[in-house]
């Protein structure tokens, strides 16, 4: 079954500081990798997508990495701010058929001032 | 920019009741979905549509039916609500079948059922 584990469940960091968050997937075969932003009472909105090729790629003060073969992924956040606090979500998708996207649990991040 | 509206922000309904939560999206996408989102669980994928009268079901389907009669908006139907249904409810909308492709969210629908 495909599976997608997230950590820290939670993060408490002060403003400006920099942190990781933490995504491993089990989902096969492979097609892509996104993070998304859920800030509280809204939707998730996309931060970045990856592909099976890529292994960096970056969104303003969001950096994402992909390890296809340890099937791992992370989102640094630099500099952080108050409105970064939000849930972050690793979503992977699986080729073929209706190409269902398997969610993580997210990781809930505090900035304090 | 993609929008995907949902009926109602929060609703409260009554055990047993029928209850109607509607998504609309504007960018003429042709796959719908809905989720659930509770504490610790994250999203769960209740139904999916592919294309207009089209469904499949998700994860966890049961206690839920949907209607796509048209391709902007998709509704979930909650046949006789129990308070199990309490949940924040999320739909969202793909452009189509492909593995790149986003998926837009709508704002959700906090729903609790007494």
């Known amino acids: 079954k495909n599976q997608v584990e997230q950590s820290p469940q939670s993060l408490i960091i002060l403003e400006g500081k920099n942190c990781t968050l933490q995504c491993n997937y089990t989902v096969s075969p492979f097609s892509n990798l996104r993070w998304y932003k859920q800030d509280t009472g809204r939707g998730p909105v996309s931060l970045t997508i990856m592909t099976f090729s890529e292994n960096t790629k970056s969104n303003g003060r969001y950096t994402a990495t992909l390890d296809a073969d340890t099937k791992q992924s992370s989102l640094h956040i630099t500099a952080s701010q108050l409105s970064d606090s939000a849930s972050y979500i690793c979503v992977v998708s699986a080729k073929g058929g209706s190409y269902i996207p398997t969610f993580g649990r997210g990781t809930s991040l505090i900035v304090h001032p | 920019d993609v929008k995907v509206t949902q009926s109602s922000r929060y609703l409260v309904k009554r055990t047993g009741e029928k209850v109607f939560l509607e998504c609309v999206q504007d960018?003429?996408?042709?796959?719908m979905f809905w989720y659930r989102q509770d504490p610790g669980l994250g999203l769960r994928l209740i139904y999916f549509s592919y294309d207009v009268k089209m469904k499949e079901k998700g994860d966890i389907p049961e206690g839920y039916s949907v209607s796509r009669e048209k391709k902007e908006r998709f509704s979930l139907i909650l046949e006789s609500a129990s308070t199990n249904q309490t949940s924040m409810y999320l739909c969202?909308?793909?452009?189509?079948?492909?593995?790149?492709?986003?998926?837009?969210f709508g704002p959700g629908t906090r729903l609790t059922v007494t």
């Open positions: 960018m003429d996408h042709e796959n």
């Open positions: 969202a909308s793909r452009f189509s079948v492909g593995g790149g492709l986003e998926q837009y």
